[in-house]
Nanobody, 112 residues
């Protein structure tokens, strides 16, 4: 069983950066793709970024392309989402999805 746990959220100002972490249990973390999603109040959950198990391929939502970077350290069983040039519209609960399991999410709030 894989149970992702997110961390790193917080309250920042527009233009600031944050790095989110997604730590997942399991001896074969490198076998699992990782996806980040976010959900803003009153809106549907939306895809943010994806990385393959080996880390050799990534993809992003158009809204974050060029500002966010997904990466992973399989030795630490952790994936990351580096978020730069944050905007108020990035405010949401960010969750990672690993092999059918969701984390509890971490709140990101960007003030203008």
């Amino acid at each position: 069983q894989v149970q992702p746990v997110e961390s790193g959220g917080g309250l920042v100002q527009a233009g600031d950066s944050l790095r989110l972490s997604c730590a997942a249990s399991g001896r074969t973390f490198s076998d699992y793709d990782v996806r980040w999603f976010r959900q803003a109040p009153g809106r549907q959950r939306e895809f943010v970024a994806y990385i393959t198990g080996s880390g050799d391929s990534t993809s992003y939502a158009d809204s974050v392309k060029g500002r966010f970077t997904i990466s992973r350290d399989n030795a630490k069983n952790t994936a990351y989402l580096q978020m730069n040039s944050l905007k108020p519209e990035d405010t949401a609960i960010y969750s990672c999805y690993v092999r059918g399991f969701w984390g509890q999410g971490t709140q990101v709030t960007v003030s203008s």
